[in-house]
């Protein structure tokens, strides 16, 4: 399992950008993709998720009603539509596979992702 992770940039305050996980062929069929975060002095976090069972979709509350994950598996690629974006955004945006047999309450946990692709950093300017 191959993820690339791009699409981040900077972006002013209320600003929107969106991210693109590319995965490995039939990577979304069987695994679950999470969106993660890490910003400088903190853990990495969960951001969202879409599992490959259902393609139901799990955010972090502080994230809800602002960011949107989608799937497009003829190109293999999850997005993470983030608007309205807020200072307290800006991090090192990484995407992760997991077995959705692990990932099973709300985006999961980093533990319970096998496969990290490299991140895209997301500046929100004030």
């Known amino acids: 399992v191959q993820l690339q992770a791009s699409g981040g940039g900077l972006v002013q305050t209320g600003g929107s950008l969106r991210l693109s996980c590319a995965a490995s062929r039939s990577t979304l069929d069987y695994y679950t993709i999470g969106w993660f975060r890490q910003a400088p002095g903190k853990e990495r976090e969960g951001v969202s998720s879409?599992?490959?069972?259902?393609?139901?979709?799990s955010y972090a509350d502080s994230v809800k009603g602002r960011f949107t994950i989608s799937s497009d598996t003829a190109k293999n690629t999850v997005y993470l539509q983030m608007n309205t974006l807020k200072p307290e955004d800006a991090a090192v945006y990484y995407c992760?596979?997991?077995?959705?047999?692990?990932?099973?309450?709300?985006?999961?946990?980093?533990?319970?992702?096998?496969?990290w692709g490299q991140g895209t950093e997301v500046t929100v300017s004030s």
């Open positions: 992760a596979a997991g077995n959705p047999h692990r990932v099973r309450v709300g985006v999961g946990e980093t533990y319970e992702y096998e496969y």
């Open positions: 879409i599992s490959s069972r259902d393609g139901s979709s």
